[in-house]
């Protein structure tokens, strides 16, 4: 059984120290007791670490030894559009699962009325998923999880292959478009834009068009916003484990949002 691995502000020397909530679910939740090991990480490393000592809201780690930290060698950035709480928080947790570095939720055309207000009250709410669901994954680092954005500014945020998620006929297989981007890679960013409930209208595709999105598909079938999420990230972060070497050191990547 793999060990549970918790985030950590900072190590120092040989000694890491957690609070907070996560200090406390070790605490209550797990009952662990001196001298039980796990896995700490301060977000550019990993160790084996016993536990020396606990109180309330602290825990002190003694570290033993370092633990491999893989994380994918491209960023892998995820545009979802607002889809109904529930299915966007497990898509959240499933995309943090699959590698994303960072999760921007966006506001299209057809995101029912009033989720952008509410989406605000609850970023924090998805950082803590983030944190749960990169812990359980064993990452190195939780993703960002940033403020909503409009369809307009998303489609506006640059920089490395851009992929709109097109449930339109005549679009080339994201697997396909995956395959040709390889030949010719030139960037370490990957940024997948996902559809509302209902789709995009038709002036959003012409404005990611002339943005330069290429919009790809998963297939003949009409799949759920998450659905086509969580399955394209997926496909996106194997393809991208992949990367030969060369391909993943190249220049260039996302300028951000």
């Not at 040989?14 to 009952?31: F, K, M, P, Q, Y």
Request: charged residues 25%; neutral net charge; proline residues 5%.
């Amino acid at each position: 059984m793999a060990r549970r691995r918790f985030f950590v502000e900072a190590l120092e020397g040989d000694r890491a120290i957690l609070t907070g909530r996560g200090a406390e679910h070790l605490r209550r939740v797990l009952r662990a007791e001196p001298g039980r090991v796990f896995e700490v990480t301060d977000g550019n490393s990993a160790f084996l670490a016993e536990i020396a000592s606990l109180e309330k809201g602290r825990v002190m780690f003694h570290l033993l030894e370092p633990v491999e930290a893989v994380e994918l060698p491209v960023k892998l950035i995820l545009l979802a559009s607002l889809i109904k709480f529930d299915r966007f928080e497990w898509m959240v947790e499933k995309a943090t699962e699959l590698g994303v570095s960072q999760i921007v939720p966006v506001e299209a055309a057809r995101s029912e009325r009033g989720l952008r207000l509410a989406a605000e009250k609850r970023l924090e709410r998805w950082r803590r998923i983030a944190v749960e669901s990169s812990q359980q994954a064993r990452r190195l680092r939780a993703p960002e999880i940033q403020p909503v954005l409009s369809f307009k500014q998303a489609a506006a945020a640059g920089g490395g292959l851009r992929l709109l998620l097109n449930e339109e006929r005549g679009c080339p297989p994201l697997i396909m478009k995956l395959q040709d981007s390889c030949k010719g890679w030139s960037g370490n960013s990957m940024v997948v834009m996902s559809g509302p409930e209902g789709g995009w209208t038709e002036s959003e595709r012409e404005l990611a068009d002339a943005a330069g999105w290429s919009p790809v598909s998963l297939g003949p079938h009409i799949l759920r916003a998450e659905t086509a999420a969580i399955a394209a990230l997926a496909v996106a972060s194997a393809w991208a484990s992949a990367l030969p070497p060369a391909a993943r050191d190249a220049p260039g990547g996302y300028a951000g949002v």
